[in-house]
């Protein structure tokens, strides 16, 4: 069974950083990236960024473009998001997972982690 687990959620004031990590137990054969959502209270989830598992030419949503950067380590099955210069409004509970898509569409999940919080104070 494929597990996704990320981490590396905290609280943290306006313009701090965090280092989110996704943990796959394994990457199935149907995927080609790994993308991270985040979804605040009260609104739609939404795809911020996104790792092709073969390439190097990652997707980042307009909000978080120049402030957020993802990699991977495939020998670990760990994809990272780093969160610099944080806003009062990238709080949300970050999700990461497996997916079929190309750079910022996506048509199948395959998986998702159970989410990590975070919160930007002002």
């Known amino acids: 069974q494929v597990q996704l687990v990320e981490s590396g959620g905290g609280s943290v004031q306006a313009g701090g950083s965090l280092r989110l990590a996704c943990v796959a137990t394994r990457y199935p054969a149907n995927v080609n990236c790994v993308a991270w959502f985040r979804q605040a209270p009260g609104k739609e989830r939404e795809g911020i960024a996104s790792m092709p598992l073969t390439a190097h030419s990652p997707f980042y949503a307009d909000q978080v473009k120049g402030r957020f950067t993802i990699s991977r380590d495939n020998a670990k099955n760990t994809v990272y998001l780093q969160l610099n210069s944080l806003k009062p409004e990238d709080t949300a509970m970050y999700y990461c997972?497996?997916?079929?898509?190309?750079?910022?569409?996506?048509?199948?999940?395959?998986?998702w982690g159970q989410g990590t919080q975070v919160t930007v104070s002002s």
């Open positions: 997972t497996e997916a079929m898509g190309l750079g910022g569409n996506w048509w199948t999940f395959w998986s």
